[in-house]
């Protein structure tokens, strides 16, 4: 298990995170990236389920500024 964050600051909007991920990803009004995997609003606080996880990965390996954070524990 493990929950993740975009670090928006840092996103430059490529659109790769949401094209591997489209489940967990997609873009506010301005095209930047943010988690929104069950409601989690960007939080970091939503568990993503196992049979995520290689969406995920496949997410934060695409991103081109690293800015897809994950963690072992709720963001806050
Ligand atoms: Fe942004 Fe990285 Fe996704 S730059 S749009 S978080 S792949």
């Known amino acids: 298990s493990s929950y993740a ?3 928006k600051e840092a996103c430059i909007a490529c659109g790769s995170c949401n ?5 967990i990803f997609d873009f506010d009004t301005d ?4 988690v929104i995997y ?12 196992q ?4 969406d995920l990965q496949d997410a934060i390996e695409s ?3 690293n800015c897809i954070k994950l963690a072992q524990v709720p963001f806050s």
């Not at 069950?38 to 389920?49: A, P, Q, S």
């Not at 049979?51 to 290689?54: A, K, L, N, Y």
């Open 5 to 7: 964050s975009v670090d």
């Open 19 to 23: 094209a591997a991920a489209p489940d």
């Open 31 to 34: 095209g930047i990236a943010e």
């Open 38 to 49: 069950e409601g989690d609003n960007n939080r970091g606080i939503t568990m993503i389920k």
């Open 51 to 54: 049979e995520m996880q290689d």
């Open 63 to 65: 991103c081109p500024t």
